[in-house]
């Protein structure tokens, strides 16, 4: 009997049939790997331990006794804050490269390079030349694209001068607040590569510098590397619209053959969705036995082609071997990011096949089949022939029944027109809604899962008790997922959830009272959204003034530490759980989540409970509106039962 059962692991219901089972059976998950992994170093929890150089590693003691500085003098903030910083360039490293491919993608596609791909959204692309002043007068689409691919190709190397969009999109007070700080990127790259050389030993030993530059880094994540994605992203394979689809282990099927893809990057997964509608595999697969072919997906994989092809969501980051544990997975294709090793060794329990198809993460144990922009179509109709094969290879196959409707697609751009009408897109109506005390303000809350906690309940908790406060709430990620799958992202939601405020808006203009924006690099979308409020007036002059605020009450990884890291930087209030590994140093830990808001307007908080941690967020929101001086709210909060 594995040690997880002594501990609630899922609200998941569908979740917890499938760990019922591999608990049964033997069969080992993430949550068996964390509890062999207890009890935990104290240290490197609290952020004190070095290992920077080979003269430590060095451990700094919390206590009143015991070192106070590592070997070369380094302190508990200096510490803590050198680590930190680092995760935050790997962060942004890991969001960049997906928005440097992207890019990359669609200049081969300019150039007729790319098999299988074309440019699906010639208008989106129009308003970004537009926007950075590309003349696209007696030019073709493609000469236009080339042109705008090989600018952003230059946001990840430039040398001098700043990024691109902060001067084009953010308010003006909080560009001049980012020039007075010094932390508007030069190029994504340079902020990377100077993070790692003052963390080096012997270099940056100010905590609060550290930081400084930390923040500065971050800004070329969501103000450069993740807009990219998005942008050219939404140029190259389409601009979502909003789409219904279904979510959770019950979506797939056992009279189908199943391909799940997990991962990150579109560039693959939308041209294996493409090929599973191939009239020639349909055929091989009814050969095969099978109905026909789903494609469904785990992590942001899903969210893209959920936004954009409406296809069906597997799950979370959590449910990764626990489809694969249904027997029903023909193959599991994998990209980059959030991907577990473990997956290999648990796949070859089952019939599953695990295709690695980035020489950035391979995989010991599974097929690699290298992806190319210009043999795409063809790779994905191989990938797919693979999954059709393997159907009949399959053992025993339990799916649950539990798969739940959802709405998703939401952008800034259909935003306007929901709000605002088709003649009249605009935001003035969520202004105005927020001025007038229908609505209190706007919290984004995103991430993964973490094992150390119950997988969904931080997300649903905290969403439950902001929209209960009339809060909207926009999502991207796994965050989405977790909500979705309990049903939040559902017009009829608001009904059930919501306060009489968001209610109303949600009731007149037809949406769910939690908006699913996309994929983790399309909080860029929530940035631009802010945007928007500024520009269409009546709440400050600049983004720290907003009644906003962030949360990733179930983080996991570097990328989430950067996405707090570019908000707080942006003037938001962040929380963030489980807490950052800054607590062993009072200093370092003060300055995140006090002494920051005097410098850019925002900070973190570190609440782990999801109720509690919603109340701050509000309270931050109340006191926004309080100096905005806005009117008071017109309905008292209603009591979420987070029984249902």
């Given at each position: 009997m594995?040690?997880?059962?002594?501990?609630?692991?899922?609200?998941?219901?569908?979740a917890?049939?499938?760990?019922?089972?591999?608990?049964?059976g033997?069969?080992?998950?993430?949550?068996?790997?964390?509890?062999?992994?207890?009890?935990?170093c104290?240290?490197?929890?609290?952020g004190?331990?070095?290992?920077?150089?080979?003269?430590?590693?060095?451990?700094i003691?919390?206590?009143?006794?015991?070192?106070?500085?590592?070997i070369?003098?380094?302190?508990?903030?200096?510490?803590?804050?050198?680590?930190?910083?680092?995760?935050?360039?790997?962060?942004?490293?890991?969001?960049?490269?997906?928005?440097?491919?992207?890019?990359?993608?669609?200049?081969?596609?300019?150039?007729?390079?790319?098999?299988?791909?074309?440019?699906?959204?010639?208008?989106?692309?129009?308003?970004?030349a537009?926007?950075?002043?590309?003349?696209?007068?007696?030019?073709?689409?493609?000469?236009?694209?080339?042109?705008?691919?090989?600018?952003?190709?230059?946001?990840?190397?430039r040398?001098?001068?700043?990024?691109?969009?902060?001067?084009?999109?953010?308010?003006?007070?909080?560009v001049?607040r980012?020039?007075?700080?010094?932390?508007?990127?030069?190029?994504?790259?340079?902020?990377?590569?100077?993070?790692?050389?003052r963390?080096?030993?012997?270099?940056?030993?100010?905590?609060?510098?550290l930081?400084?530059?930390?923040?500065?880094?971050?800004?070329?994540?969501?103000?450069?590397?993740?807009?990219?994605?998005?942008?050219?992203?939404?140029?190259?394979?389409?601009?979502?619209?909003?789409?219904r689809?279904?979510?959770?282990?019950g979506?797939?099927?056992?009279?189908?053959?199943n391909i799940?893809?997990?991962?990150?990057?579109?560039?693959l997964?939308?041209?294996?969705?493409?090929?599973?509608?191939?009239?020639e595999l349909?055929?091989?697969?009814?050969?095969?036995?099978?109905?026909?072919?789903?494609?469904?997906?785990?992590?942001?994989?899903?969210?893209?082609?959920?936004?954009?092809?409406?296809?069906?969501?597997?799950?979370?980051?959590?449910?990764?071997?626990?489809?694969?544990?249904?027997?029903?997975?023909?193959v599991?294709?994998?990209?980059?990011?959030?991907?577990?090793?473990?997956?290999?060794?648990?796949?070859?329990?089952?019939?599953?096949?695990?295709?690695?198809?980035?020489?950035?993460?391979?995989?010991?144990?599974?097929?690699?089949?290298?992806?190319?922009?210009h043999?795409?179509?063809?790779t994905?109709?191989?990938?797919v022939?693979?999954?059709?094969?393997?159907?009949?290879?399959?053992?025993?196959?339990?799916?649950p029944?539990?798969?739940?409707?959802?709405?998703?697609?939401?952008?800034?751009?259909?935003?306007?027109?929901?709000?605002?009408?088709?003649?009249?897109?605009?935001?003035?109506?969520?202004?105005?809604?927020?001025?007038?005390?229908?609505?209190?303000?706007?919290?984004?809350?995103?991430?993964?899962?973490?094992?150390?906690?119950?997988?969904?309940?931080?997300?649903?908790?905290?969403?439950?008790?902001?929209?209960?406060?009339?809060?909207?709430?926009?999502?991207?990620?796994?965050a989405?997922t977790?909500?979705?799958?309990?049903?939040?992202?559902?017009?009829?939601?608001?009904?059930?959830w919501?306060?009489?405020g968001?209610?109303?808006?949600?009731?007149?203009?037809?949406?769910?009272?939690?908006?699913?924006?996309?994929?983790?690099?399309?909080?860029?979308?929530?940035?631009?959204?802010?945007?928007?409020?500024?520009?269409?007036?009546?709440?400050?002059?600049?983004?720290?003034?907003?009644?906003?605020?962030?949360?990733?009450?179930e983080?996991?990884?570097e990328?989430?530490?950067?996405?707090?890291?570019?908000?707080?930087?942006?003037?938001?209030?962040?929380?963030?759980?489980?807490?950052?590994?800054?607590?062993?140093?009072?200093?370092?830990?003060?300055?995140?989540?006090?002494?920051i808001e005097?410098?850019?307007?925002?900070?973190?908080?570190?609440?782990?409970?999801?109720?509690?941690?919603?109340?701050?967020?509000?309270?931050?929101?109340?006191?926004?509106?309080?100096?905005l001086k806005?009117?008071?709210?017109?309905?008292?909060?209603?009591?979420?039962?987070?029984?249902?």
């Amino acid at each position: 009997m594995t040690t997880s059962l002594k501990r609630k692991r899922t609200v998941d219901p569908a979740a917890q049939k499938v760990l019922d089972r591999t608990d049964a059976g033997g069969i080992e998950t993430a949550y068996d790997r964390h509890d062999e992994q207890e009890p935990r170093c104290g240290f490197g929890e609290l952020g004190i331990c070095c290992r920077i150089c080979d003269m430590g590693p060095c451990r700094i003691s919390p206590f009143a006794t015991g070192p106070k500085r590592g070997i070369c003098g380094a302190t508990a903030a200096t510490i803590a804050a050198r680590h930190l910083i680092r995760q935050v360039a790997a962060g942004v490293a890991a969001h960049s490269d997906h928005g440097h491919d992207i890019v990359n993608t669609l200049l081969h596609t300019a150039n007729g390079s790319a098999q299988g791909f074309a440019i699906k959204s010639p208008e989106r692309l129009y308003e970004l030349a537009a926007e950075w002043g590309v003349s696209t007068e007696k030019k073709s689409v493609e000469e236009v694209a080339r042109e705008m691919a090989e600018l952003a190709l230059q946001e990840f190397n430039r040398q001098e001068g700043e990024i691109r969009y902060p001067s084009l999109r953010a308010p003006k007070a909080t560009v001049e607040r980012w020039r007075r700080l010094n932390i508007l990127p030069v190029g994504i790259e340079h902020e990377i590569v100077e993070t790692l050389h003052r963390t080096h030993e012997g270099v940056d030993a100010d905590y609060k510098n550290l930081i400084m530059h930390g923040l500065r880094t971050a800004m070329g994540d969501g103000w450069a590397g993740a807009m990219l994605a998005t942008d050219f992203g939404d140029v190259l394979f389409g601009t979502p619209e909003p789409v219904r689809s279904q979510v959770n282990l019950g979506v797939l099927k056992k009279d189908e053959v199943n391909i799940v893809v997990h991962g990150h990057e579109p560039t693959l997964s939308e041209m294996v969705v493409a090929a599973s509608r191939d009239p020639e595999l349909i055929k091989l697969a009814k050969e095969k036995g099978a109905k026909g072919i789903l494609v469904g997906g785990i992590c942001c994989t899903a969210n893209e082609i959920l936004m954009r092809q409406g296809a069906p969501v597997v799950g979370n980051f959590l449910n990764q071997e626990l489809a694969v544990a249904t027997g029903a997975v023909d193959v599991m294709l994998v990209d980059v990011q959030c991907i577990m090793p473990a997956l290999v060794e648990h796949a070859q329990r089952f019939h599953t096949k695990v295709i690695t198809t980035s020489k950035k993460a391979k995989i010991p144990g599974a097929t690699h089949i290298q992806f190319d922009e210009h043999t795409a179509y063809d790779t994905a109709k191989e990938i797919v022939k693979i999954a059709v094969d393997n159907f009949p290879n399959r053992g025993p196959v339990n799916i649950p029944d539990e798969k739940t409707d959802l709405v998703a697609g939401f952008t800034v751009r259909n935003t306007f027109t929901h709000l605002g009408g088709r003649y009249r897109a605009t935001f003035r109506p969520l202004n105005d809604a927020i001025i007038s005390g229908r609505l209190r303000g706007v919290a984004a809350v995103i991430g993964c899962n973490n094992v150390k906690k119950v997988q969904d309940f931080s997300h649903l908790t905290m969403v439950r008790e902001l929209i209960a406060n009339d809060v909207l709430v926009v999502m991207t990620g796994c965050a989405a997922t977790a909500c979705a799958k309990a049903g939040l992202l559902q017009p009829e939601a608001a009904a059930k959830w919501a306060g009489k405020g968001l209610q109303e808006i949600c009731e007149a203009v037809g949406i769910p009272p939690v908006l699913h924006l996309g994929s983790c690099v399309d909080n860029s979308r929530v940035l631009v959204a802010l945007c928007e409020m500024i520009r269409e007036g009546g709440l400050g002059n600049e983004l720290a003034d907003l009644p906003i605020a962030g949360a990733a009450p179930e983080a996991m990884c570097e990328k989430a530490i950067a996405i707090g890291f570019y908000c707080v930087a942006s003037g938001a209030y962040v929380n963030y759980s489980p807490a950052m590994r800054v607590l062993g140093s009072a200093e370092l830990t003060k300055f995140l989540t006090e002494d920051i808001e005097e410098v850019t307007g925002g900070k973190f908080s570190f609440e782990g409970d999801p109720v509690k941690a919603a109340r701050l967020m509000i309270a931050h929101m109340d006191k926004k509106r309080a100096a905005l001086k806005l009117r008071p709210m017109m309905y008292a909060p209603v009591t979420p039962d987070i029984t249902k």
